[in-house]
């Protein structure tokens, strides 16, 4: 018996066109399918809170649950908030704040200031210590257990204990411009103005390090050290592991100001001066972005990148949670403590022999360096500060002198006075160097004639011999 014969779909009426149909609306529902984002896949987030404060907001750590962030501004004021935005306390900190951190599990607070001061606060707002270690504050972090890693302008990192003390000092050679501590406490990254991103162990021992492009603007680390987020002058974003091996990096066309990363490692947090406030993930991927109303000084993230907040230039403070609204975590209701002016009271020694006294913070300013061609090396005041474009927060107020310098250009040195407030922009065109040889310089011409002549008085010596014979 002969097979049963199939129809084709150009056998059967109809058949072509319901296909053609069908194709159409796969098609279609699978364009809809993909993200929207150019970046990578969309993501939900909710708008927790927005906080206005008095002048720009410098920093913001958040702990690992989301249930409170600590912000600080340039008008001397650490606030600390519910995930609600409700401000449970608030501490005056003194002139020039530069950087805020929050103990993973929120038990405490700690504040660094341009004056090399470090405040350390309970949850509840409790004054524990505060110290005078060095040299500007320019990054700091705190574990658990209480213990604070600060980077200072003097070229050293140290690790403070529960009472200030100096447990260890880490010399780094030139400027250290941050510092970050896991939150078992085991591990300290640190970054400098020699472009270096490195790995301390508790001990104060190098475990490794990376050079990027650029002075290092910020670090993070996550809370078993397994992972190092850095953010360079070269307007990259790098993630590292344990190793100090390359996990991803990515880059900007303005300048990435803030970095924080999850305790787990998985999710990272930046922004910049494009007034974007991104989630990354462990692939360097975006996976949600938000266009704030200013430059994004600091960002925090919580555990597995369920909350993020941020700080703008423009003054607010904001929020976003990535949790159903009843899985955000609760906090107990605000706490209203007494408001000292200014913490200038002298402590007790901390160690035999030394005594912590509080000092008067120097203004600080931010300068800014270009160049064209950019990639020429930038000294100040005779210290080099790495590669134009160079944005170097924390210089002292007032006059400076500035080196820029390019093999085959010419260098240029300027007197330039930096401000207290915004950024002092400073652009240098480099005219190519002439060199003494090259042809149509005076050196050249004569080098040339006297060979000319050389030849010429040879050659009339010879023709006298030749005919004297």
Do not use: C
């Not at 449970?88 to 103990?103: E, H, Q």
């Not at 406490?185 to 021992?205: E, F, I, P, R």
């Not at 993930?281 to 919580?302: I, K």
């Amino acid at each position: 018996m002969a097979p049963a014969r199939i129809p084709s779909p150009r056998s059967v009426p109809g058949a072509g066109k319901a296909l053609t149909v069908l194709a159409l609306l796969l098609l279609a529902g699978g364009l809809l399918a993909l993200p929207v984002s150019g970046e990578g896949p969309a993501a939900a987030g909710t708008l927790l809170f927005t906080k206005v404060t008095g002048g720009q907001v410098v920093d913001v750590a958040i702990s690992a649950d989301g249930s409170l962030i600590a912000a600080i501004t340039d008008t001397s004021q650490l606030s600390l908030l519910d995930n609600a935005g409700n401000t449970r306390w608030t501490w005056r900190t003194g002139p020039l704040p530069s950087a805020v951190a929050i103990a993973p599990d929120g038990s405490r607070v700690a504040v660094g200031a341009a004056g090399g001061t470090v405040t350390v606060l309970s949850r509840d707002g409790g004054l524990l210590w505060t110290v005078d270690p060095g040299l500007d504050v320019n990054g700091l972090g705190i574990s658990n257990d209480g213990e604070v890693a600060v980077a200072s302008s003097d070229n050293t990192v140290r690790l403070l204990g529960l009472n200030g003390q100096i447990l260890w000092s880490y010399v780094t050679g030139i400027r250290a411009t941050a510092a970050a501590i896991s939150g078992d406490g085991n591990w300290v990254a640190l970054g400098t103005q020699a472009n270096q991103v490195s790995l301390l162990d508790k001990t104060g021992a190098r475990i490794w390090n990376y050079n990027t492009n650029g002075a290092i603007r910020e670090v993070a680390v996550s809370a078993d050290g397994s992972s190092v987020a850095a953010i360079s002058a070269d307007n990259g974003v790098y993630v590292l592991d344990g190793e100090g091996r390359v996990v991803w990096k990515k880059y900007f066309s303005l300048p990435p100001l803030s970095v924080a990363i999850s305790p787990e490692g998985t999710v990272v947090a930046t922004g910049g001066l494009d007034n974007t406030l991104r989630l990354l993930d462990d692939h360097g991927t975006t996976t949600w972005s938000m266009v704030l109303g200013g430059g994004v000084n600091g960002v925090g993230v919580s555990s597995h990148g369920n909350s993020v907040a941020a700080g703008t230039s423009n003054g607010q403070t904001v929020a976003y949670s990535f949790l159903p609204p009843t899985s955000l975590p609760t906090s107990s209701p605000p706490t209203t403590i007494p408001q000292p002016v200014w913490n200038t009271t002298p402590l007790p020694p901390t160690t035999p022999g030394e005594t912590v006294t509080p000092v008067i913070p120097v203004p600080l300013g931010i300068l800014e360096i270009l160049s064209v061609p950019s990639g020429a090396g930038v000294s100040v005041d005779g210290v080099d500060r790495g590669l134009t474009p160079a944005t170097l927060p924390g210089i002292e107020a007032g006059p400076h002198t500035i080196s820029v310098r390019l093999e085959g250009y010419d260098g240029k040195q300027l007197e330039v006075s930096v401000g207290l407030t915004g950024t002092t922009t400073v652009s240098v065109n480099l005219t190519p160097s002439v060199s003494p040889m090259s042809r149509g310089s005076p050196v050249f011409i004569l080098v040339v004639a006297g060979i000319i002549l050389g030849i010429a008085a040879l050659v009339v010596l010879g023709v006298y011999f030749f005919r004297k014979r």
